[in-house]
């Protein structure tokens, strides 16, 4: 009930003491409002804040305005999620699998599914001449 009234943000910064480890950030979100949704990152944000977003639909007398708690991860997550359904109907689409017996091939296929998809975008976009 508590992540309703606040939403939890936990930000941690480790400092490494052993020569050659590097420093990190870890960052763990629930959103507020949008269910059971968690996000926890390292080395994607470098702090997060609670802001609130104006959200209006309509025109003239029917126009609504609202307010949208939002913070940095939620910001990404909404602008991001898309992309995810887009990669998995191309994948749907090409048809790239084949049934084996050994369970570790299909991280495997499916990595490589994804790299002939963002190859095939990349090619889209050179060839468009959309690319510097």
Same mark, same amino acid.
Request: charged share 25%; glycine share 6%.
């Given at each position: 009930?508590?992540?309703?009234e606040?939403?939890?943000?936990a ?5 490494s ?5 590097k420093?990190?950030t870890?960052?763990?979100i629930?959103?507020?409002s949008?269910g059971s ?7 994607v944000?470098?702090?997060?804040t ?10 003239g ?8 708690? +939002? ?12 992309t ?15 049934i ?8 495997m ?5 994804i790299g002939?998809c +963002?190859?095939?975008q990349?090619y ?9």
């Amino acid at each position: 009930m508590a992540r309703f009234e606040e939403p939890i943000i936990a930000v941690k910064h480790v400092v490494s003491t052993e020569p050659g480890k590097k420093d990190y950030t870890i960052v763990h979100i629930s959103f507020q409002s949008t269910g059971s949704t968690n996000i926890q990152c390292v080395n994607v944000l470098r702090e997060v804040t609670n802001f609130v977003r104006q959200r209006e639909r309509g025109r003239g007398a029917t126009k609504r305005v609202w307010a949208i708690e +939002m913070n940095e991860g939620r910001e990404i997550y909404l602008k991001t999620y898309s992309t995810v359904d887009k990669v998995d109907q191309m994948l749907k689409e090409w048809e790239i699998f084949y049934i084996c017996w050994k369970w570790w091939h299909a991280p495997m296929r499916h990595s490589k599914a994804i790299g002939y998809c +963002m190859a095939y975008q990349m090619y889209k976009e050179c060839s468009e001449g959309s690319v510097n």
